[in-house]
Structure formats: C-alpha cells, structure tokens
C-alpha cells in the first residue's frame, strides 16, 4: 500500500514498470528498491531459510542482514531491499542458498 | 507519571502551569517541557523575549508570563510539539486551545472535532475556530479550538469524526 | 590507485559535516557511501531536530540532509561515490571499496570511519517471521520510498527511536496498537512520549514480546508483563491483532572495518557496543585513523554532526592544512554542552572510559 496524503513528505509519482513476481505481472516505480514493489503488492514472504525453510522478508532495508535475498533474473541472492527495479525483471523465491549456474 | 508512561501527573503538571489568575488575564502559552534535554529553539522564537535565556540548554524552559501575550509563534517552533496556548475567556463558556498539528488531513475551520486529553482519553466535543500553516511553520499547522472552559487545561488534542471508524 | 587526502566512509550526519569541514580548511576529501543517496539516515528523519539554535535545532532532518548534500556537491574538493561500499583497510595504508561491479583502491593520508550503526535484535518465538522489521527498515520504507510497512504495528522499545518511528507511523496514516518497553521507564525524551500519548496510543513499560505469531507472516503478538528482574508475570499474557511488529531495542556500532585496521577497541554498554579507543580530537589508536557518529558511541544526530565536524577538522590539521585552534574549543565546547544534561548522562560515563 503506497501512503498517499503525507503531512510531511511528498512522494515522486515516479515512472512505472511491469516486472514479474513468480510469473505474475507487477507493477511498481523504476528505481526503488524491489523489495519496496514488492511490500506495496502486499508480499511478505521473499525466500525461504535453507536448512528450516523458514519463511523470511524484508527486514533491515539497507543491504545488511541477507533476509532479503531473491533469484532475480535468474541470479540468486540478489539483495532485493536495495536493488533497484527495472522494467521486465523477473523476480522469484529463493529456495535455500540458490543455484549461481542456473543463471542464464 | 510521565517517565512511566509518557502522562505527566497532576504534580508533574503543576511546576509548569501559569497561574489562574495570569489565565484569566487574557491569551497565555503552557510549555509541557518537564524533562532537562539538550534544546533551546523556543527562546530564539520568542518576539517578547518571554522564554528567559538558557544557561545551559539541558535547562527546561523558563517563562515570564507577564512577557508573553500568547502570540503562538512558539508552537510550530518546539520540536517536541510541547507548546500550547490557552485563552481562558475566549467566550462565556469556551475557552480556545491552539496545539500544533501535524496529520492529514487538516480540519477545516468550523468543523466540530473530538477533543483528546493527555492520555489519549475522549473528554468532549469542540469547534475549530482557526488553521494556520504558513510557510514559516514549516508544515506544524497550528490549530485552534474552542471547547468547554472546565475541559480546557485536559485537552490537548483532537481527532477528527469525519470519516473516523472507531467512534462507534 | 587513488590519492587523496583525507577518505570518509559514510555519508551520514557525521561524515558529511567532517568532509565540509576538511574540505574547507584545504583536504581533499573522497567520501565514500554505500547507499545511492546522501544524508545517511537523515533522510528518514521528517521531525525536527532537538539541540541548539545555534547548529540545527528545529530543522527537519530531512532539510539537514539537503543542506548538507547540496554544499557537498558544490565543493571541488570532495569527491562523492555513492552505491560504493568499503571492504577494508590494509597495512599498507589502502582502502578498498566495492564500487560499480569494480574494486576501487584509494590510499588516503588519513581516513575517517563514520560507518554508522545497525540495529539490534532480541529473542523471542517466531522472531524471524516476514513482518517482524528493524525501525530503521520501516522508516525506510514509509519515508523513503512512501510504502506502508503494514496496518497496524506493534512497537517493540520506547527509547527516542521506538517513539519517533511510532509518530512517523501515525503521521502515515498507519495505526500502532501499543509500544511495549521491557525497562520500568520511558528511555526517550518525555516530550515525544506525550505527543503520542495524547493520540491515544499506549506505552506499556515493564512489558515484552514472547512470540510473534502467523504462520507465513505476522498476523499478531503475544506480549506479557514483566516484573523488574524481566520475568513474565503469570496471566498477564494477552494476544495482539498487528501485521506488523517493529523492533526499536537500540543500534549498535557498525565497527568491522576499525577492527580490521587494528583500532584498539573497548565494550562500553553506555555506547552501544565495541567502540574504539579515541582521544579528544577523535583520532583512534591507530595514528591517522578518526572516528565520528554512531560508530564511536550510539548518540543523535546533533552529537554525530559536531563530532563529525571535530573529526574533520583535526584530521586537516594533522596534515598541516592550517585550523583555528578557536574554531576546535568552539566545536568541543559545543560537544560538552549537548552532553551535559541528564539524558547525556550515559554518553559522559561511556566516554569517560574509552577516552585516552
């Protein structure tokens, strides 16, 4: 959910995108953080633990706890709270540690 | 007890309310700053040098109240948002509160409001009589109400009926 | 290899006020950020600041960060890499920072670490579940990138960051069901307590989390009272409805790299954590080495922004660019006079140990 009407801040409008979230069609704005796209979409559960395949999210939202890790474009444990978002990204769960040669 | 949770007691209130009789004489800040912190923005706001001085900014704000002739420049100033100012005789029955305000959306002038207490607690009905946010407030609006002179030293906020869910 | 004068790593508070200061008494200053942006945490920061007049009291930190950005840019003498992320320190006097998918090198004469904080984190049942979130994330993501990090929040910690957050929460349209506070008082400032008091929100001291609960994500919380010695006192257990359970239980000192440059460092609970061993103008037991900000002691963003400003200017006088001694008593005085109070109580005893 995007906070609207702010007392103090103004937020950009922003230029939207359509990326992929397990195959479904997203729409989010180019340049914040995928985790950001994907918190306004109303997903929590980004990638599941290795050894308890525990569910994780989103958590210190500067790059520095590894909760957040996801397979984007086929690349595993992409920061998702810090890497912007781009036009056509296709972003998934990241089962356990990731697969570095399944990326094409 | 405000240490305790954030309300301060009837003692607590006491060090740092004007006296009635000052009350009664027409429009008057209270300055709810009982704690000693670094900060002194309210004495720079002050235009008639009410606020006096700091020594040391950990002081907490000292007042002279024949100074200060409820102007309310010092709201908007406070980063604590612990400025108020009180006018006793504003009508028969009413009393005026300014509090600064910073929510969407503003209420507008007329609009009947929910009057809060220190703690949250609903303690009437009042009548917004002015909102101010200029530019030089820096996005604390100013908001005054008028509301039944024997609630005026417990009200200290207000939340808006329209559109509100959880009035029941 | 890059040569420079003086490198700062981080562009918060601290490290953006040292590199205006260097930069002006004659260093030339590269400043090194991991994040895209400039301003560190005060980005996030929409209330207006505490302090004195004299430096930023009563501006936003949000308008700090500006102010300071837009004069940092316009100096010829800093140079600014953002999105580039310090890996370490090596004997021979070079810095490495992951930069743009390539390594840069800098062999600075001297180098300021103002790396910051991170939160911490506190046990309990579930802890890890999607929507259990640091404050410092959930300001991110509804200042920053305008995004609600949920409905209804439960705060964990009423220091000044669990009260700040709390109001910034409210002033987003979000609604916090209650903060709890494991210690019998209030650890922020009384005044940001009471504004969110009268909005109708409970502070709960002598209280905790014993679970958060949801199966794939938080869907609420267990909380109990505690008596003084943190044990839960029976059937006062009780189930709140929130999608969100926001920890604010303290930062602390994001020191890797000190460590790794072979600062002498000391445990000060006072200060947050490990904090180098530093004397009075700043500079670790590693000569040439400074320090300011949270990473030298979990404090504000008034202290970071002056001790920044010490740290900058003594390291531009270690390298011979000429300083007013005037100038460093004024900024040091500075210093003392925001610590002097009650609520600076913990930062003097801190400091009176690691300060050599």
Aim: net charge negative.
């Amino acid at each position: 959910m995007r906070i609207k009407d702010h007392p103090i801040l103004s937020f950009a409008e922003g230029k939207k995108v359509e990326f992929t979230f397990e195959g479904k069609i997203l729409t989010g704005k180019e340049g914040e953080p995928i985790a950001a796209a994907l918190h306004d979409a109303g997903i929590r559960v980004l990638r599941h633990s290795p050894r308890h395949n525990r569910p994780r999210g989103f958590f210190c939202a500067i790059g520095n706890c590894s909760s957040c890790l996801m397979v984007v474009d086929g690349k595993p444990n992409v920061k998702v709270c810090v890497t912007p978002l781009q036009e056509g990204m296709r972003v998934q769960y990241q089962k356990g540690k990731g697969d570095i040669n399944a990326a094409n | 007890m405000l240490k305790k949770d954030g309300v301060p007691s009837p003692e607590e209130l006491e060090g740092v309310k004007p006296s009635q009789e000052r009350l009664e004489e027409g429009p008057v800040v209270i300055v709810e700053c009982m704690q000693e912190i670094p900060c002194d923005p309210c004495y720079y706001a002050c235009p008639k040098e009410a606020f006096r001085p700091f020594g040391d900014i950990n002081e907490k704000p000292e007042i002279d109240y024949e100074k200060c002739n409820g102007c309310s420049i010092c709201i908007a100033n406070c980063p604590g948002l612990a400025i108020f100012v009180l006018d006793y005789n504003y009508s028969e029955k009413e009393g005026l509160l300014k509090i600064p305000y910073e929510l969407k959306p503003l209420p507008e002038k007329e609009e009947k409001v929910i009057v809060l207490n220190r703690a949250g607690e609903e303690i009437g009905k009042g009548r917004v009589v002015q909102v101010l946010n200029t530019k030089k407030q820096d996005r604390t609006a100013i908001i005054s109400i008028a509301v039944p002179k024997e609630i005026l030293m417990d009200a200290r906020h207000i939340r808006l009926i329209r559109g509100s869910t959880d009035e029941g | 290899m890059r040569q420079t004068d003086l490198a700062i790593i981080g562009a918060g508070p601290a490290g953006l006020a040292a590199a205006l200061e260097a930069a002006t008494a004659g260093a030339k200053v590269i400043l090194l950020e991991r994040d895209e942006w400039l301003g560190g945490q005060l980005v996030k920061q929409t209330h207006q600041f505490f302090g004195s007049k004299k430096e930023f009291a009563g501006m936003r930190g949000i308008d700090i960060a500006t102010h300071f950005s837009e004069q940092i840019e316009k100096n010829k003498d800093i140079e600014v890499f953002t999105g580039a992320t310090a890996l370490g320190y090596y004997e021979d006097g070079v810095l490495t920072a992951a930069y743009s998918g390539r390594m840069l090198k800098i062999k600075p004469k001297t180098m300021l670490v103002a790396s910051g904080a991170m939160e911490k984190m506190i046990p309990f049942n579930n802890n890890d579940l999607p929507g259990v979130y640091g404050a410092g994330a959930v300001q991110t993501l509804m200042n920053v990138y305008g995004v609600a990090p949920g409905k209804r929040v439960l705060m964990v910690g009423a220091g000044n960051i669990g009260l700040i957050v709390s109001y910034q929460l409210m002033q987003a349209g979000i609604e916090v069901e209650a903060i709890i506070e494991g210690s019998s008082q209030v650890g922020g400032y009384w005044v940001h307590a009471s504004k969110i008091r009268r909005m109708g929100v409970p502070i709960l001291t002598n209280h905790t989390i014993l679970k958060a609960i949801g199966e794939e994500k938080v869907e609420g919380a267990l909380i109990t009272e505690i008596d003084e010695n943190w044990k839960p006192l029976e059937g006062t257990e009780r189930e709140v409805s929130v999608d969100n359970i926001c920890l604010a239980v303290g930062l602390s000192p994001l020191a890797e790299l000190l460590w790794q440059a072979g600062c002498q460092m000391e445990f000060s609970p006072q200060l947050g954590g490990y904090v180098p061993v530093r004397d009075e103008d700043l500079e670790t037991s590693q000569e040439g080495i400074y320090i300011a900000g949270d990473v030298a002691g979990i404090e504000e963003a008034t202290s970071a922004i002056l001790e920044g400003q010490l740290a900058g200017i003594s390291a531009a006088r270690k390298m011979g660019f000429a300083v007013e001694d005037k100038k460093i008593e004024q900024i040091k005085e500075n210093l003392k006079s925001l610590r002097a109070g009650p609520v600076g109580e913990h930062i003097r005893q801190g400091l009176a140990q690691v300060e050599r």
